[in-house]
């Protein structure tokens, strides 16, 4: 019998959890069975519980971790102030991300699914989006994050709900118009924020 390293196994789990949001967001957490998941993963389905206990776990697990990539390789990345929350505007609402679902947002993917979920995924998921929203206050608000949050969840909602409508419409030129629009509206959030 082989053992594998420690480090091994934790290579293996994370690749479980970024197949596992992917196929979340292109498919739904309910269309995503065990099976297609560890498949995905190149792996068997015998494996599945030496990495989680159970589909819960792994759902809570994968959700969170789609919310920390978003946080790290776009919020976290993008410039100081509101400069950085425009270059994040324009990228949320390029035709590119919309059109990406598997490695785009998992709000706009996710959310009306983890809002049906269990306690456990839906503090996971809360837990992850304070951070990426305290990343949006920061920008927005920098000498009083605090003062900014309850503003930046709108933001956000109002971002993820223009992605979702834009992704659900079939007139092509209408969803790209949703998203220019997406731009100006919260161009506007922003403009209105510096008047308070």
């Not at 102030?81 to 590119?96: D, H, M």
């Amino acid at each position: 019998m082989v053992r594998y390293a420690k480090e091994h196994k934790q290579e293996t789990r994370q690749r479980i959890v970024e197949t596992a949001g992917r196929r979340f967001k292109r498919d739904g957490i309910d269309g995503s069975g065990i099976s297609t998941l560890m498949k995905d993963a190149g792996l068997t389905n015998g494996t599945f519980y030496a990495y989680f206990a159970s589909k819960d776990e792994l759902i809570a697990t994968a959700v969170a971790d789609q919310v920390r990539a978003q946080h790290e390789n776009i919020v976290a990345q993008a410039a100081p102030g509101r400069a950085g929350l425009e270059q994040l505007i324009r990228w949320y609402f390029s035709t590119e991300q919309r059109d990406n679902i598997d490695d785009g947002c998992p709000n706009a993917a996710l959310l009306d699914e983890i809002g049906r979920s269990t306690d456990r995924t839906r503090q996971a998921y809360t837990d992850r989006a304070l951070i990426l929203i305290d990343g949006f206050a920061a920008r927005l608000a920098p000498h009083d994050p605090p003062s900014a949050r309850l503003k930046s969840l709108g933001l956000l909602g109002m971002m993820a709900g223009t992605l979702q409508l834009s992704r659900a419409l079939t007139d092509q030129q209408l969803a790209d118009q949703l998203l220019e629009q997406g731009i100006r509206n919260a161009l506007a959030l922003l403009d209105a924020e510096q008047l308070d």
